[in-house]
Protein backbone atom coordinates (compact mmCIF):
# COMPACT_ATOMS: atom_id res chain seq x y z
CA UNK A 1 0.00 0.00 0.00
CA UNK A 2 0.93 3.72 -0.49
CA UNK A 3 1.94 5.30 2.90
CA UNK A 4 3.17 8.93 3.75
CA UNK A 5 6.12 8.34 6.19
CA UNK A 6 7.66 10.28 8.06
CA UNK A 7 11.58 10.07 7.97
CA UNK A 8 13.09 12.71 9.86
CA UNK A 9 13.19 16.47 11.21
CA UNK A 10 11.01 18.62 8.47
CA UNK A 11 11.18 15.04 5.64
CA UNK A 12 7.87 13.16 4.53
CA UNK A 13 7.65 10.32 2.33
CA UNK A 14 5.40 8.80 -0.02
CA UNK A 15 6.31 4.82 0.25
CA UNK A 16 5.35 1.42 -0.79
CA UNK A 17 4.81 -0.31 2.51
CA UNK A 18 3.20 -3.72 3.40
CA UNK A 19 -0.53 -4.17 3.83
CA UNK A 20 -0.85 -4.23 7.86
CA UNK A 21 -2.14 -7.46 9.29
CA UNK A 22 -4.45 -7.77 11.73
CA UNK A 23 -3.81 -9.05 14.59
CA UNK A 24 -5.55 -11.37 16.76
CA UNK A 25 -9.26 -10.04 17.26
CA UNK A 26 -8.45 -7.03 15.18
CA UNK A 27 -10.11 -5.47 11.87
CA UNK A 28 -8.66 -3.50 9.05
CA UNK A 29 -9.85 0.00 8.09
CA UNK A 30 -9.53 1.17 4.45
CA UNK A 31 -8.79 4.98 5.27
CA UNK A 32 -10.70 7.67 3.39
CA UNK A 33 -10.28 10.60 4.81
CA UNK A 34 -7.25 11.18 7.78
CA UNK A 35 -6.65 14.69 9.61
CA UNK A 36 -3.41 16.33 10.57
CA UNK A 37 -3.53 17.05 13.85
CA UNK A 38 -1.00 19.82 15.72
CA UNK A 39 0.74 16.68 17.20
CA UNK A 40 1.60 15.34 13.88
CA UNK A 41 3.25 18.89 13.20
CA UNK A 42 5.44 18.54 16.68
CA UNK A 43 6.58 14.83 14.89
CA UNK A 44 6.88 16.36 11.58
CA UNK A 45 8.98 19.17 13.44
CA UNK A 46 10.98 16.71 15.04
CA UNK A 47 9.67 17.75 18.86
CA UNK A 48 8.24 14.30 20.18
CA UNK A 49 10.02 11.68 21.08
CA UNK A 50 7.16 9.68 21.55
CA UNK A 51 6.84 9.51 17.49
CA UNK A 52 10.27 8.14 16.37
CA UNK A 53 11.07 7.88 12.53
CA UNK A 54 10.67 6.36 10.21
CA UNK A 55 6.96 6.53 11.24
CA UNK A 56 3.39 6.96 9.08
CA UNK A 57 1.80 9.68 11.32
CA UNK A 58 -1.73 10.32 11.31
CA UNK A 59 -4.84 10.01 13.98
CA UNK A 60 -7.64 11.47 12.61
CA UNK A 61 -9.29 9.02 10.42
CA UNK A 62 -12.40 7.76 9.17
CA UNK A 63 -13.24 4.60 6.47
CA UNK A 64 -14.66 1.64 5.83
CA UNK A 65 -13.97 -1.92 6.93
CA UNK A 66 -13.11 -4.80 5.32
CA UNK A 67 -17.08 -6.07 6.23
CA UNK A 68 -18.12 -2.88 4.35
CA UNK A 69 -19.10 -0.73 7.40
CA UNK A 70 -18.64 2.98 7.23
CA UNK A 71 -16.54 4.17 10.39
CA UNK A 72 -14.79 6.41 12.47
CA UNK A 73 -11.81 5.75 14.53
CA UNK A 74 -11.05 6.34 18.07
CA UNK A 75 -7.15 5.70 18.06
CA UNK A 76 -6.99 5.36 21.46
CA UNK A 77 -6.51 1.46 22.55
CA UNK A 78 -6.46 0.96 26.42
CA UNK A 79 -6.01 -2.12 28.57
CA UNK A 80 -9.68 -2.27 30.33
CA UNK A 81 -7.77 -3.94 33.14
CA UNK A 82 -5.83 -1.38 35.17
CA UNK A 83 -7.26 1.22 38.07
CA UNK A 84 -7.47 4.07 35.19
CA UNK A 85 -9.58 1.84 32.81
CA UNK A 86 -11.69 0.53 35.80
CA UNK A 87 -12.25 3.75 37.30
CA UNK A 88 -13.63 5.06 33.62
CA UNK A 89 -10.54 6.93 32.86
CA UNK A 90 -9.50 4.88 29.73
CA UNK A 91 -7.48 8.06 28.25
CA UNK A 92 -4.97 7.48 31.69
CA UNK A 93 -4.15 3.78 31.27
CA UNK A 94 -0.36 3.10 31.52
CA UNK A 95 -0.31 0.44 29.02
CA UNK A 96 -2.45 2.24 26.66
CA UNK A 97 -1.42 2.67 22.29
CA UNK A 98 -2.60 5.05 19.81
CA UNK A 99 -2.31 4.58 16.09
CA UNK A 100 0.56 6.70 15.00
CA UNK A 101 2.68 5.97 17.99
CA UNK A 102 4.82 2.87 18.22
CA UNK A 103 4.01 0.16 17.85
CA UNK A 104 1.18 0.93 15.80
CA UNK A 105 1.51 3.16 12.58
CA UNK A 106 -0.96 5.90 11.63
CA UNK A 107 -3.53 6.89 9.51
CA UNK A 108 -1.99 8.72 6.56
CA UNK A 109 -1.92 5.29 4.30
CA UNK A 110 -4.72 3.29 2.78
CA UNK A 111 -5.08 0.77 5.54
CA UNK A 112 -4.86 0.67 9.35
CA UNK A 113 -5.26 -2.07 11.87
CA UNK A 114 -7.19 -1.95 14.86
CA UNK A 115 -9.87 -3.43 17.85
CA UNK A 116 -13.35 -3.56 16.49
CA UNK A 117 -14.31 -1.27 19.72
CA UNK A 118 -11.96 1.39 17.95
CA UNK A 119 -14.89 1.67 15.13
CA UNK A 120 -17.26 3.99 15.91
CA UNK A 121 -20.22 2.90 12.94
CA UNK A 122 -20.86 6.53 11.16
CA UNK A 123 -24.52 7.63 9.85
CA UNK A 124 -24.93 7.54 5.87
CA UNK A 125 -25.33 10.99 5.30
CA UNK A 126 -21.84 11.70 7.43
CA UNK A 127 -19.14 11.85 4.91
CA UNK A 128 -16.07 10.72 6.31
CA UNK A 129 -14.01 14.31 5.83
CA UNK A 130 -16.97 15.05 8.55
CA UNK A 131 -16.13 11.51 10.61
CA UNK A 132 -12.28 12.15 10.66
CA UNK A 133 -13.20 15.38 13.20
CA UNK A 134 -14.49 13.11 15.69
CA UNK A 135 -10.96 12.76 17.29
CA UNK A 136 -9.94 16.72 17.93
CA UNK A 137 -13.78 17.07 18.61
CA UNK A 138 -13.45 15.02 20.90
CA UNK A 139 -11.01 16.51 22.85
CA UNK A 140 -12.69 19.37 23.17
CA UNK A 141 -15.70 17.57 24.10
CA UNK A 142 -14.30 15.74 27.25
CA UNK A 143 -12.40 19.47 28.38
CA UNK A 144 -15.48 20.61 28.10
CA UNK A 145 -17.17 18.17 30.49
CA UNK A 146 -14.83 18.12 32.99
CA UNK A 147 -14.72 21.93 33.28
CA UNK A 148 -18.52 22.41 33.47
CA UNK A 149 -18.41 19.14 35.46
CA UNK A 150 -16.04 21.19 37.67
CA UNK A 151 -18.38 23.84 38.33
CA UNK A 152 -17.63 26.21 35.37
CA UNK A 153 -20.16 28.52 33.59
CA UNK A 154 -20.50 30.50 30.99
CA UNK A 155 -19.33 32.65 29.51
CA UNK A 156 -16.35 30.94 27.58
CA UNK A 157 -13.16 32.05 26.00
CA UNK A 158 -11.28 29.57 23.96
CA UNK A 159 -7.83 30.30 22.64
CA UNK A 160 -7.03 28.78 19.34
CA UNK A 161 -8.99 28.85 16.13
CA UNK A 162 -7.41 25.15 15.48
CA UNK A 163 -9.13 22.37 15.04
CA UNK A 164 -8.69 21.87 18.77
CA UNK A 165 -10.41 25.24 19.89
CA UNK A 166 -13.36 25.37 17.00
CA UNK A 167 -14.41 21.39 18.50
CA UNK A 168 -14.22 23.04 22.45
CA UNK A 169 -15.88 25.79 21.26
CA UNK A 170 -18.72 23.98 19.70
CA UNK A 171 -18.91 21.33 22.55
CA UNK A 172 -19.09 24.12 25.02
CA UNK A 173 -22.67 24.77 22.92
CA UNK A 174 -23.53 21.27 22.68
CA UNK A 175 -23.26 21.08 26.38
CA UNK A 176 -25.16 23.93 27.27
CA UNK A 177 -23.25 27.37 27.40
CA UNK A 178 -24.17 29.62 24.77
CA UNK A 179 -22.02 32.21 25.40
CA UNK A 180 -18.56 31.39 23.53
CA UNK A 181 -15.69 33.68 22.19
CA UNK A 182 -12.98 32.03 20.36
CA UNK A 183 -9.78 34.56 20.44
CA UNK A 184 -7.20 33.57 17.19
CA UNK A 185 -4.17 35.39 16.61
CA UNK A 186 -4.38 34.85 12.28
CA UNK A 187 -6.96 37.27 10.31
CA UNK A 188 -7.36 35.23 7.40
CA UNK A 189 -8.53 31.90 10.22
CA UNK A 190 -10.57 34.51 11.91
CA UNK A 191 -12.48 35.64 8.16
CA UNK A 192 -12.54 32.22 7.62
CA UNK A 193 -14.51 30.89 10.79
CA UNK A 194 -16.36 34.48 10.89
CA UNK A 195 -18.02 34.06 7.98
CA UNK A 196 -18.84 30.16 9.18
CA UNK A 197 -21.07 31.85 12.69
CA UNK A 198 -18.23 31.77 15.06
CA UNK A 199 -17.85 34.68 17.47
CA UNK A 200 -14.48 35.35 16.79
CA UNK A 201 -11.79 37.83 18.65
CA UNK A 202 -8.13 39.15 17.97
CA UNK A 203 -6.00 38.79 20.89
CA UNK A 204 -5.61 42.41 21.31
CA UNK A 205 -9.00 43.10 21.37
CA UNK A 206 -9.15 40.98 25.29
CA UNK A 207 -9.00 43.95 27.64
CA UNK A 208 -8.45 43.59 31.65
CA UNK A 209 -12.15 43.43 32.62
CA UNK A 210 -12.51 40.71 30.12
CA UNK A 211 -13.96 37.48 32.51
CA UNK A 212 -14.96 34.13 31.99
CA UNK A 213 -16.29 31.23 34.04
CA UNK A 214 -14.43 28.85 31.49
CA UNK A 215 -11.16 29.64 29.15
CA UNK A 216 -10.16 26.66 27.31
CA UNK A 217 -6.24 26.56 26.16
CA UNK A 218 -6.31 24.86 23.11
CA UNK A 219 -2.75 25.95 22.11
CA UNK A 220 -1.06 25.60 24.90
CA UNK A 221 2.30 27.91 25.55
CA UNK A 222 3.56 30.86 27.33
CA UNK A 223 1.41 33.70 26.51
CA UNK A 224 -1.68 32.16 25.85
CA UNK A 225 -1.56 30.25 29.48
CA UNK A 226 -1.12 34.08 30.57
CA UNK A 227 -4.14 35.03 28.47
CA UNK A 228 -5.87 32.14 30.35
CA UNK A 229 -4.99 32.95 33.80
CA UNK A 230 -5.88 36.59 33.66
CA UNK A 231 -9.16 36.26 32.10
CA UNK A 232 -10.61 33.53 34.12
CA UNK A 233 -12.78 35.01 36.88
CA UNK A 234 -13.46 34.42 39.86
CA UNK A 235 -13.81 31.12 40.73
CA UNK A 236 -13.60 30.01 37.28
CA UNK A 237 -11.94 27.29 35.72
CA UNK A 238 -9.35 26.57 32.55
CA UNK A 239 -9.24 23.69 30.77
CA UNK A 240 -5.73 23.25 29.18
CA UNK A 241 -5.82 20.97 26.10
CA UNK A 242 -2.81 22.16 23.94
CA UNK A 243 0.42 20.66 24.04
CA UNK A 244 2.87 23.54 22.65
CA UNK A 245 5.29 24.41 25.24
CA UNK A 246 5.74 22.70 28.62
CA UNK A 247 6.68 25.77 30.82
CA UNK A 248 5.55 29.05 31.13
CA UNK A 249 2.48 31.23 31.39
CA UNK A 250 0.33 30.63 34.57
CA UNK A 251 0.05 33.55 37.02
CA UNK A 252 -0.15 31.40 40.12
CA UNK A 253 -0.55 33.72 42.57
CA UNK A 254 -3.99 35.24 40.70
CA UNK A 255 -5.00 31.44 40.51
CA UNK A 256 -4.56 30.99 43.92
CA UNK A 257 -6.03 34.65 45.06
CA UNK A 258 -9.01 33.99 43.12
CA UNK A 259 -9.36 30.38 43.92
CA UNK A 260 -9.28 29.39 39.76
CA UNK A 261 -9.32 25.83 39.02
CA UNK A 262 -6.81 24.72 36.51
CA UNK A 263 -7.49 21.17 34.69
CA UNK A 264 -5.25 19.41 32.36
CA UNK A 265 -7.08 17.79 29.73
CA UNK A 266 -5.76 14.90 27.77
CA UNK A 267 -7.50 13.31 24.93
CA UNK A 268 -11.07 11.57 25.99
CA UNK A 269 -12.03 8.67 27.28
CA UNK A 270 -13.69 6.05 25.00
CA UNK A 271 -17.63 7.41 26.07
CA UNK A 272 -16.66 10.97 25.60
CA UNK A 273 -16.23 9.27 21.74
CA UNK A 274 -19.23 7.94 21.66
CA UNK A 275 -20.74 11.25 22.68
CA UNK A 276 -19.01 13.08 20.74
CA UNK A 277 -19.80 11.43 17.42
CA UNK A 278 -23.20 11.04 18.59
CA UNK A 279 -23.58 14.96 18.97
CA UNK A 280 -22.00 14.83 15.11
CA UNK A 281 -24.66 12.57 13.64
CA UNK A 282 -27.43 14.30 15.80
CA UNK A 283 -26.08 17.87 13.88
CA UNK A 284 -25.93 19.37 17.62
CA UNK A 285 -21.81 20.16 16.23
CA UNK A 286 -23.15 21.74 13.52
CA UNK A 287 -22.22 21.37 9.87
CA UNK A 288 -18.24 20.31 10.40
CA UNK A 289 -17.56 22.39 7.27
CA UNK A 290 -14.46 23.80 8.01
CA UNK A 291 -12.11 21.48 6.38
CA UNK A 292 -9.85 21.68 3.18
CA UNK A 293 -9.13 18.25 1.37
CA UNK A 294 -6.08 17.56 -0.49
CA UNK A 295 -4.71 13.95 -1.74
CA UNK A 296 -2.13 12.34 0.59
CA UNK A 297 0.51 12.61 -2.16
CA UNK A 298 0.17 16.18 -1.73
CA UNK A 299 0.60 15.54 2.01
CA UNK A 300 4.34 16.69 2.44
CA UNK A 301 3.44 20.23 0.95
CA UNK A 302 0.14 20.84 3.05
CA UNK A 303 2.50 20.17 6.08
CA UNK A 304 4.95 22.94 4.75
CA UNK A 305 1.69 24.81 4.38
CA UNK A 306 0.28 24.36 7.79
CA UNK A 307 3.70 25.41 9.36
CA UNK A 308 3.83 28.81 6.84
CA UNK A 309 0.55 29.79 8.14
CA UNK A 310 -0.81 29.57 4.90
CA UNK A 311 -3.99 27.44 5.48
CA UNK A 312 -6.86 29.34 6.44
CA UNK A 313 -8.66 25.89 7.73
CA UNK A 314 -8.74 24.86 10.80
CA UNK A 315 -8.20 21.50 9.44
CA UNK A 316 -6.40 19.78 6.46
CA UNK A 317 -7.70 16.21 5.61
CA UNK A 318 -5.69 13.75 3.54
CA UNK A 319 -7.03 11.68 1.35
CA UNK A 320 -5.36 8.19 0.06
Not at 67 to 94: E, F, I, K, S, Y
Not at 109 to 115: D, G, S, V
Not at 299 to 310: C, E, P, V
Request: glycine share 12%.
Amino acid sequence: MKALVYTGPEHLEMRDVADPAPGAGEIRVRVRSSGICGSDMHAFLGHDDRRPAPLTLGHEVAGTTDAGMRVTVNPLNACGQCPACLAGRDNLCPKRQIISMPPREGGFAEYITLPPVNAIAIPDAMHTDQAALAEPIACGWHAVRLALAAGGTGPALVIGGGAIGVGAALSLVAQGVSDVAIVEPSQARRDYLDARGFAMRAPDTLRAGDQFGVVIDAVGIAPTRAQASAHARPGGIIAHIGLGSSEGGLDIRRMTLQEITFIGTYTYTAPDFRATVAAMADGRLGPLDWTETRPLTEGARAFADIRAGKVAAPKIILKP
